[in-house]
């Protein structure tokens, strides 16, 4: 067993990232911008000044600042109103906690609104640290939020679990030396991000049976 596992939030933990993805087409169509499929794969994860270069690059504007923060407004008041907890993940808490497993959340999102998801859905309990990313310098696909989350478990990282649902999150959890364990949600990964991956299951629930099987 590890020491410690690390939990991406937004599609992750919570059914939130379709909510993302229907409002970033949402204003793609207001205006006049054709997404392709890769777009996804990128801004999922991402952050920070990577998030804006990408809003730029897809959207061809010079204020994605003020895309970024339309599209979070539309977003978090959606998400307010309520979003599932994805499946098996408040089972897959519990087994880590009673285990003695220490927990992390690092998330792109706010603090604010990670507390507010968690405490909504009932799981802040479970997590001994929340790291956002605005803790840190660089989002992912860098390292470097995993790096903390570890850091502020006083854990190495390559002793934690770490649980993504997007390429991006992968490669950051693979980068920081911890164990990638991907939940696929918008996305399949390729053989590239699966080759990154120690596990990828279809749901929490499963990724739990397997590691509960091998742990035994």
């Known amino acids: 067993m590890v020491a410690g596992a690390i939990f991406d939030m937004d599609g992750l933990l919570v059914d939130s990232e379709s909510v993302w993805q229907k409002n970033w087409q949402f204003f793609a169509n207001e205006m006049g911008v054709e997404l392709p499929e890769e777009f996804k794969y990128e801004i999922c994860g991402s952050s920070g000044e990577m998030m804006m270069d990408i809003l730029r690059r897809y ?6 600042e003020e895309l970024h923060a339309k599209c979070k407004k539309k977003t978090f008041e959606e998400i307010d109103k309520g979003v599932p907890l994805k499946e098996g993940a408040k089972e897959i808490l519990e087994y880590f ?15 604010e609104r990670i507390h507010k998801n ?4 009932g799981i802040e309990k479970y997590f001994d640290a929340v790291v956002s990313g605005s803790d840190v310098e660089n989002g992912k696909p860098a390292p470097d939020i995993f790096l903390k989350a570890a850091h502020e478990l006083q854990l ?3 002793d934690c ?7 991006n999150g992968i490669k950051a ?3 920081a030396g911890c164990k990638p364990i991907m939940i696929p949600d918008l996305s399949q990964p390729d053989e590239y991000i699966r080759s990154l991956c120690v596990g990828v299951f279809e749901t929490l629930a499963k990724a739990k049976e397997e590691i509960k099987e091998k742990s035994s």
Do not use: C
């Not at 959207?59 to 994605?64: A, E, G, I, K, V």
């Not at 679990?161 to 390429?167: C, K, P």
């Open 59 to 64: 959207y061809h504007t010079d204020q994605p």
């Open 97 to 111: 906690h009673q285990a003695g497993v220490k927990l992390a959340v690092a998330s792109a999102a706010p603090h």
């Open 118 to 121: 968690l405490m909504n859905l």
């Open 156 to 158: 190495d990282p390559k």
């Open 161 to 167: 679990y770490v649980f993504e649902d997007a390429f």
């Open 173 to 175: 959890a693979h980068s």
